[in-house]
C-alpha cells in the first residue's frame, strides 16, 4: 500500500490532493481525489493550544469504479465525523442505477504526539 498527501494552504482554505494504491493478491485498488477545508473558530496565538474545528469537503474516485463525495466536520482539533457515499459509475452502473453505499467515519486526533517539521518560511 502506498499513500500521498500535499497541503496546499491558503489564506482562509487549505487543500489537500490525495492518492492511494493498494494491491492484496491480484486485486488492485487506486484511489485519487482531494479534500478542502476550512477551519472555524481560531486557535491562541499565544499558547500552543490549538482548539479551532473544521468543516472538510471532498471528493475522490475509485479507479473504473466509483465516484465518491465526501463531508466531514473536525471538532477542535480531537474528533472527526465524516460521511460519504460511493456513486457506482463502473461496470455494474447498469444494474445498480449507479446507487453505491453510504459510510459513516469517526477519527480520533491525538494519539500520537505531532512530530513534523515545518520547512524555514512556511505558512501556519
Not at 68 to 73: A, E, G, R, S
Not at 79 to 108: C, H, M, P
Amino acid at each position: 500500500m502506498a499513500h500521498g498527501e500535499v497541503r496546499i494552504t491558503g489564506q482562509r482554505w487549505t487543500w489537500s490532493p490525495r492518492a492511494m494504491v493498494a494491491q492484496q493478491g491480484g486485486s488492485r485498488e487506486i484511489l485519487y481525489g482531494a479534500m478542502l477545508h476550512r477551519r472555524i473558530g481560531q486557535d491562541s496565538r499565544f499558547t500552543t493550544d490549538k482548539n479551532s474545528s473544521a468543516l472538510h469537503l471532498g471528493l475522490f474516485h475509485r479507479w473504473g469504479d466509483a465516484l465518491i463525495p465526501t463531508l466531514q466536520f473536525e471538532w477542535q482539533r480531537k474528533l472527526v465525523a465524516g460521511l460519504s457515499y460511493d456513486v457506482n459509475i463502473g461496470k455494474l452502473r447498469a444494474q445498480t442505477a449507479f446507487r453505491g453505499g453510504a459510510e459513516l467515519s469517526l477519527q480520533w486526533i491525538g494519539m500520537f504526539k505531532d512530530t513534523r517539521v515545518r520547512l524555514p518560511n512556511s505558512k501556519g
